[in-house]
């Protein structure tokens, strides 16, 4: 007999038939001679009931049936007198897979902490909340793939072991299969990369964009989406040593161009999730945030409010606020200025364009005013930034002067530079943060619950 997954017993099954199904027990309660299972297999939060007469499977079975254990049943699909479910399925057969020792399985009772959860990350799949928060995270992965396939941007692979540093921030991990005990040494005494297995310094990758615009310069738009990686220190719910990062990047698109896909792609995002994740949404609003779905809703209603840097500074600065973090034009936003911003102030998200050139990245265009370039940061409610990207400065000696100026090798840099001798045209692109999005779409409080193994600080575990 064929399996069939407990979502489609829900939905309509004919009642009648014989079926076969597959799952981990979540509960399991007797009454008058009789047991009832609940039964997951992680198709839907929902369970399907097996109700099971325990004399004719043995008070031994049925005692090793419990919370977390793994079986088929087979048996009759019915319309069910009790309240709670419509349909249940009376077993014929059992055949109990793995035991879990009631002693033993940690997750035993309802209601244990995130923060435990995380503890045993094995295991909290299992759980209602990891159910939903992965399978709204399985959905948005296809939805992003489904939106760029659907407008013709093609999907670029651009590599995780690389030779430079596109954000320039210096937060990277080394790859090298060099001896630590016993390093090569130069002359002068430097480590001699020579002798690595690249026949060069090499690095995990904190961003696919320059590879990225060598595609768009050709291809058009293109998207990429992988894991990037940040040797920075930050110990804070919105910061992952290992993340996921859609960076689609479009010739001949200006910053407002940028912009306008960037809004228009995270509203796509936020009603595929709406349409397609209800049940999930619907369980995590009522565990965990009970504004979550107003709030996606809202999101979608209302345009994005674009401000540049400068307007930004003033608003904070008559704000009235007593900040943590000064306010001074030329410094970096912090997080509660964006929070300001966005919940307070205008109430939605915020576009933020036209930074300082000593804040942003060195590829971004400059502006007319020598003193700005065109970036863009998109800010969230309760997140804050989701999303950075510019326009990249396309005039090879302005894009050439910015990097002898920050004291960049321009030797890692020759092809990208080569881009802007060959035909080069104006360009855009942005980041999006996966984990970031799924903070907000999830309701969820910690980057650390949305990610299934997180990479944090003094943390590798699984
Ligand atoms: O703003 P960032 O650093 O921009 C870039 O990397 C550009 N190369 C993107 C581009 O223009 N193609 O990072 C982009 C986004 C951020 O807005 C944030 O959502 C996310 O990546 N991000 C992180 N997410 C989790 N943990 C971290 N440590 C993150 N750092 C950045
Ligand atoms: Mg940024």
Not at 76 to 98: D, F, H, M, T, W
Not at 167 to 184: C, H, K, Q, S, Y
Not at 322 to 333: A, I, S, T
Not at 358 to 385: C, H, S, W
Request: net charge negative.
């Amino acid at each position: 007999m064929k399996r069939v997954k407990v979502k489609e017993l829900l939905n309509g099954y004919p009642a009648g038939s014989d079926v076969l199904v597959k799952g981990w027990v979540r509960t399991k309660r007797e009454s008058k001679g009789l047991v009832f299972i609940a039964l997951n297999d992680g198709s839907t939060i929902k369970n399907i009931q097996i109700v099971a007469e325990i004399p004719r499977f043995g008070e031994e079975l049925i005692k090793d049936i419990s919370t977390g254990s793994a079986v088929a049943v087979t048996g009759r699909l019915v319309e069910s007198p009790g309240k709670g479910q419509s349909v249940e399925i009376q077993a014929e057969n059992i055949e109990l897979y793995g035991k879990a020792d009631p002693e033993t399985y940690p997750l035993q009772k309802k209601g244990h902490s995130l923060e435990f959860l995380r503890e045993i990350a094995h295991l909290r799949f299992r759980t209602n909340t990891f159910g939903a928060i992965f399978r709204i995270r399985h959905a948005m992965a296809f939805a992003i793939h489904k939106y760029f396939n659907d407008r013709g941007f093609y999907y670029l692979h651009t590599p995780i072991i690389t030779g430079s540093d596109c954000e320039g921030a210096g937060e990277m991990f080394r790859v090298t299969t060099l001896d630590m005990e016993n390093l090569p040494r130069k002359e002068n005494g430097s480590v001699d990369f020579d002798r690595d297995f690249f026949g060069k310094e090499t690095n995990l990758t904190v961003s696919g964009q320059l590879e990225g615009e060598l595609g768009a310069l050709s291809l058009g738009e293109i998207y990429t989406f992988g894991p990037t990686f940040r040797a920075e220190n930050s110990n804070t719910p919105r910061h992952l040593a290992e993340f996921w990062m859609i960076e689609p990047e479009m010739a001949f698109y200006d910053i407002n161009d940028n912009m306008d896909l960037a809004e228009d792609f995270l509203k796509y995002l936020i009603r595929y999730a709406l349409d397609n994740c209800r049940e999930d949404l619907e369980f995590l609003n009522k565990m965990f945030d009970s504004g979550l779905i107003e709030r996606l809703e809202f999101v979608l209603k209302n345009p994005f409010q674009r401000i540049t840097y400068t307007e930004a500074i003033e608003i904070l600065s008559k704000a009235g606020r007593k900040w943590e973090f000064p306010v001074d034009w030329g410094r970096d936003l912090q997080a509660e200025h964006e929070r300001y911003l966005v919940e307070e102030h205008f109430e939605r998200p915020v576009i933020i364009t036209d930074y300082p050139k000593e804040i942003k990245a060195f590829y971004m265009k400059q502006n007319d005013d020598g003193r700005t370039v065109k970036a863009m940061d998109v800010l969230f409610p309760r997140i804050g930034e989701v999303i950075g990207g510019s326009q990249r400065e396309e005039d090879y000696n302005k894009l050439l002067s910015r990097i002898k100026e920050l004291g960049i090798n321009e030797k890692d840099l020759w092809w990208y530079l080569e881009t802007r001798k060959f035909g080069t045209a104006p360009h855009s692109g942005f980041g999006l943060g996966f984990e970031r999005l799924l903070i907000f779409i999830t309701g969820m409080s910690n980057i650390r619950d949305v990610i299934p193994f997180p990479r944090t600080p003094k943390n590798a575990e699984f």
